[in-house]
């Protein structure tokens, strides 16, 4: 293994591919953030997300007609807060795959029509999710 892990990183080191660090933030979660309630644990997985919307935000993809998918999605966090940076956009659609059932879902803050787009969860683990499947009549596969 550690021969393994020699040749791995001799192959890294001759690609000389320079890594840039562009970490963004969202006003969606500055409240959040900034609450004192946050542990550290908390707070770094703010500042991702924060810095997963930035982007999403950064390149138009917060738009009408989009597909977010949350691979391990747990309680869903991510996707709320990008539903929230996304003005409750009614044409946004969000599917959170996880392969057990979280208690104190996040995506329980959207099951009325006032709350903006519904959730969907699919309980299945990753190794078996085949994304050329139909959801709600939209092959996952396929551009629409």
Do not use: C
């Not at 995506?107 to 959730?119: C, L, N, S, V």
């Amino acid at each position: 293994m550690m021969e393994l892990m020699g040749r791995i990183d001799k192959a890294i080191r001759k690609l000389e591919v320079p890594i840039s660090e562009d970490i963004k933030t969202h006003k969606v979660l500055d409240d959040e953030i900034s609450s004192d309630s946050n542990g550290p644990t908390a707070l770094k997985h703010l500042l991702q997300q924060s810095s997963i919307i930035g982007h999403l935000d950064s390149l138009g993809l917060l738009s009408s007609d989009s597909l977010f998918i949350e691979f391990g999605a747990g309680r869903g966090k991510l996707s709320h807060w990008i539903q929230l940076a996304s003005n409750n956009d009614e044409l946004i659609d969000f599917l959170l795959i996880d392969r057990s059932n979280p208690k104190r879902k996040f995506d329980m803050y959207h099951r009325f029509d006032t709350q903006g787009p519904k959730f969907e969860r699919l309980l299945i683990d990753i190794e078996h999710l085949d994304l050329g499947i139909d959801f709600n009549g939209v092959s996952l596969s396929e551009p629409t």
